[in-house]
């Protein structure tokens, strides 16, 4: 049970490439490393914690005010995760702009405290609710690996690529500009998709 | 018990909300600090760069007090010309021993607040670097304005022409090669390239007296 819930999310079941849930802030946050780990973490923060509380209070939530009181508890997860940004990681944060308030629109977490949390006991939610997140972490920094890789010559800030293998220096290499762009992140995703579907052929839909 | 009825679902929204208020204001309070220093710091950081000066920041294990230290080194003299409206002006001394004037620009971008520094050379006319920021405009278009390769069209640019002031326009499709008082637009950032053109009329117009009272000196 616990091994289905934990591996499950990363790959058979990923949120971004199986689900293909929380496109938006994947393509927007991956042009560097530094800023695509910040959101993978606050991500998985906020998915693991919003299932873990609202597992605790499943039995005592009113029916009737049952996605406004999950719509409270993930909104405060993340005005404190982008609070706690801003006093630690400022710049970070001023890269990450919008999107970190834009979390709670993340349809990972409601769809995992509705699909899951609502109907299990806080450990396995907790625990649902990180990996789930994990699993979008994991596709956000892949492709921020590739996009700052090829795209700036740098991961994390730090120089990979030669100096003396740009042209600019007699060498014959360019960093791709292209990759910088938005429109990449997808493409760059179809890839992630394509690779993972020929691994395990049981995603493809039957003709 | 019945978690359906009226009377319970009004009492638990209630708590809910007050739970949940406190937790937010606790965590806001205990914080605010930090990221006060941290926004002082950030400005700092802009005015420095203004000036080129505090541009290589990898490596700096404290990034606060590295810019506190630089600001304390090179900004040799800093005061407001007028109080209504503030018009702070940073005098920084540079290594060659030359003073730049950084003075600041604001105004209002598409979706929000736009600023900025500029630093001018001791003619109080040409333009030495300068750096843009905003509060939220489109990222990719507007947004661009933040950049370096943005904020680098300005340098050598002049504001004044035969002591008439002229300020520096933001040209969509391009600035004449040559023109000193233009920079190229960005592509499909018109509104903002619109709104940072008029920021740098008003704020620098503004400014107008004190660099009169400097070049007649």
Known sequence: ?207 | MNTNSNTYTFIYASILVVVVAAALAFVSEVLKPIQQSNIESEKRLNILRSAHLALELNGVSNRNSYVADMFNKYVTNSYCVDNDPKLPVYECTLDDGSTVYVVEVSGQGLWGPIWGFISLKDDMNTIYGAVFDHKGETPGLGAEISTKEFARQFEGKTIFDNNRFISISVVKGGAKPGDNHAVDAISGGTITSNALQEMLYNSLEAYIPFFNSKTHQ
């Open chain 1, 1 to 207: 049970m616990f091994k289905k819930i934990f591996l499950e999310p990363l790959f058979k079941g990923n949120p971004i490439t199986v689900l293909v849930l929380g496109i938006c802030s994947a393509l927007a946050v991956t042009v560097k490393l530094e800023p695509a780990l910040v959101m993978a973490l606050s991500v998985i923060i906020v998915t693991g914690f919003s299932s873990l509380i609202l597992s605790f209070l499943r039995n005592t939530i009113p029916n009737r005010i049952r996605i406004i009181v999950q719509l409270v508890v993930v909104a405060t997860l993340v005005i404190i995760v982008d609070q706690i940004l801003r006093a630690y990681a400022y710049n970070v944060s001023k890269q990450l702009s919008v999107f970190v308030g834009l979390i709670i629109t993340n349809c990972i977490i409601m769809g995992r405290i509705e699909a899951f949390a609502l109907g299990n006991k806080p450990w396995p939610s907790f625990v649902d609710g990180l990996t789930n997140g994990a699993g979008y972490g994991l596709i956000l920094v892949a492709v921020a690996f590739i996009r700052e890789l090829l795209g700036s010559g740098t991961l994390l800030g730090v120089q990979i690529i030669p100096q003396s293998w740009y042209m600019t220096n007699g060498g014959f290499y360019e960093n791709n500009g292209l990759i910088i762009l938005p429109p990449m992140a997808l493409i760059i995703l179809g890839i992630v998709i394509w690779i993972q579907r020929s691994i395990s052929k049981g995603l493809i839909e039957k003709q």
